[in-house]
């Protein structure tokens, strides 16, 4: 009985909630972080655009899901991900805060797909603000929590050192402008 009880309230909950859909868009800045002395690449600048869904449980908080590509790598590599995050968020009026994971699929590579892990997790924290009339602004900051690099790879540094067996973490820099229908 009191399970029934639990998920009466929840079909509740959902029947008295508010999902909205939207579409986004815009600027990366991206880099990959190496645990390697004396390498680092510089950040390289790409886009993203995403499908996006917001399920609200009350007027101050929610989740938030998305969908969608998104470029990314550093100066030298330009990596292509199908990003999906998934993360909790709070309603302050016109101001959301957010934060959750990511998980990633790589799509593309410039230098190959054999270099990298097919797929990574990774968090993400970021702010919004939407206006009346739907259109939305969105900085988020991405960072890898597993390494992208496959254990085989090798990299040479300025110095002549080779490295093999290393860990790289992406990063990224997300400016966005959107729309929720």
Not at 1 to 30: E, P, R
Not at 96 to 105: A, E, P, T
Not at 106 to 113: C, E, F, T
Not at 149 to 160: L, Q
């Amino acid at each position: 009985m009191k399970n029934y009880f639990f998920l009466l309230l929840f079909v509740c909950g959902i029947a008295n909630s508010q999902i909205d859909f939207g579409i986004k868009g815009g600027l990366n800045i991206a880099d990959i972080y190496y645990n390697i002395e004396n390498y680092n690449p510089g950040k390289k600048a790409g886009y993203h655009f995403e499908g996006v869904a917001r399920y609200n449980f009350c007027e101050g908080f929610g989740i938030q899901s998305e969908l969608g590509y998104s470029q990314e790598g550093h100066e030298f590599e330009t990596l292509g991900k199908l990003n999906w995050p998934l993360f909790f968020r709070a309603n302050l009026g016109q101001f959301g805060l957010y934060g959750g994971d990511q998980l990633s699929f790589l799509i593309n590579a410039d230098m190959g797909k054999e270099f990298y892990e097919k797929s990574n997790f990774g968090g993400l924290a970021g702010i919004d603000y939407k206006l009346k009339s739907g259109l939305f602004f969105d900085l988020r900051y991405n960072f890898g929590t597993e390494s992208v690099n496959r254990d085989f790879v090798e990299v040479s540094t300025d110095n002549g050192a080779i490295y093999q067996g290393y860990v790289a973490y992406p990063r990224v820099l997300q400016v966005s402008l959107g729309y929720m229908f």
